[in-house]
C-alpha cells in the first residue's frame, strides 16, 4: 500500500513517499524512511515489502559507492545510476527477484558551470525503465496522475512542484480508502539531496 510519487521542475527533482510501514492488517510505523539518499545528488523513492525495499536500496546504494571509491571519486550521472538500478533489477528476476518498483531522481551539473537539469526515472520490479516528468508506484497513481497531468508543465519553479505535490497528498487523504497520515518529502537540487518536510520525524525510534 506504498505511494510514491515524484516530479521535475527546473533545476531539481522532488520525491514523495508515504511513512507507513504496514503488512496485512497490522501498522508498525508511522515514520518510514522509504526515500533513500544514493550520493550527494541522488535519491530513491522505493515501493514494496519492507525486506526486500531495505534489501535493495542498501545494495544500490553501497555498490554506487564502491564505485565512487575504486574510480578516484568518480560520480555516475543520474542517468547511469538508473540504468545499473534497472540492471540489477531485470538480473535479480531469474535468481530472487526483488520486489520494488522504484522512481529515482537526481540533479546532474552541466560541465560549463552553469545550472544544471533534474531528471527522474521510473522502473517496475520486471526491470522495465522509462524516465518521466513525474511518476507515481502504488496505488496513488489512480488518484495522482491525472493531477500531474493537468498541472505539470515545462519550467515549473520548486515552489510550483511543490504545491502540486501537496495537491497530491490533500486528493490521497480525501479519496483514498488506506489512511497514509504521514509523508516525507524530498528535493534535490545544485545544493544536494534535502528533507524539505515530514510528518513524523524518520530518526524518532
Not at 5 to 17: L, R, S
Not at 43 to 53: E, I, K, S, T, V
Not at 119 to 136: A, E, P
Not at 158 to 183: M, S, T, W, Y
Amino acid at each position: 500500500m506504498d505511494s510514491i510519487f515524484g516530479v521535475t521542475y527546473n533545476g531539481g527533482v522532488i520525491i514523495a513517499a508515504d511513512q507507513t510501514n504496514a503488512r496485512s492488517i497490522l501498522i508498525y510505523q508511522n515514520n518510514l524512511d522509504k526515500i533513500s539518499e544514493l550520493s550527494s545528488h541522488s535519491m530513491m523513492g522505493c515501493a514494496g515489502p519492507n525486506a526486500d525495499f531495505v534489501n535493495f536500496t542498501q545494495y544500490i546504494q553501497k555498490s554506487l559507492q564502491l564505485y565512487e571509491f575504486s574510480n578516484d571519486g568518480l560520480k555516475l550521472s543520474t542517468k547511469a545510476q538508473a540504468n545499473f538500478c534497472r540492471g540489477e533489477l531485470a538480473k535479480a528476476l531469474r535468481k530472487g527477484p526483488y520486489q520494488v518498483n522504484v522512481l529515482l531522481g537526481g540533479y546532474d551539473a552541466k560541465k560549463d558551470g552553469e545550472v544544471g537539469d533534474g531528471s527522474l526515472y521510473l522502473m517496475d520490479y520486471l526491470g522495465s525503465m522509462q524516465k518521466v516528468n513525474f511518476g507515481v508506484q502504488g496505488y496513488a497513481s489512480n488518484f495522482c496522475l491525472s493531477i500531474f497531468d493537468r498541472e505539470w508543465k515545462e519550467g515549473l519553479n520548486e515552489a510550483q512542484a511543490l504545491e502540486i505535490v501537496d495537491h497530491c497528498i490533500g486528493e490521497l487523504a480525501k479519496r483514498f480508502l488506506i489512511a497514509q497520515p504521514n509523508f516525507l518529502i524530498k528535493v534535490v537540487d545544485k545544493d544536494g539531496v534535502r528533507v524539505h518536510k515530514f510528518g513524523s520525524d524518520p530518526e524518532d525510534n
